[in-house]
Nanobody
């Protein structure tokens, strides 16, 4: 069974940086696109970023574009989210997710229902 484990969350001040990691097990890593979602207290889970299975294509939510960078190392079965210039509104539980890709897969990448496997989340808190 595929397992995803997030790490790297913490409490930081506005303007600081964090790097989140997502380690995958029992997974042909390059078969899947991988993404990050987040959920703030009292809010719905929202899309943050996604990276294609070969790492060539990346997409970002407008709210994090220019501040966050997604990457993956398929030799280590690990995905990263570098978060710079953090803002209080970035406070949320961040979830790693994977999506099996095929030639018939939808080009829509922001829907959480399209991702098959999820980690337990890591808390990111940004103080003002």
């Amino acid at each position: 069974q595929v397992q995803l484990v997030e790490s790297g969350g913490g409490l930081v001040q506005a303007g600081d940086s964090l790097r989140l990691s997502c380690a995958a097990s029992e997974l042909t890593f390059s078969t899947f696109a991988m993404g990050w979602f987040r959920q703030a207290p009292g809010k719905e889970r929202e899309f943050v970023s996604v990276i294609s299975r070969n790492g060539v294509t990346t997409k970002y939510a407008d709210s994090v574009k220019g501040r966050f960078t997604i990457s993956r190392d398929n030799t280590k079965n690990t995905m990263y989210l570098q978060m710079n210039s953090l803002k209080p509104e970035d406070t949320a539980v961040y979830y790693c997710a994977v999506r099996f890709m095929s030639y018939s897969s939808s080009s829509i990448y922001t829907r959480d229902r399209d991702y098959q496997y999820w980690g337990q989340g890591t808390q990111v808190t940004v103080s003002s």
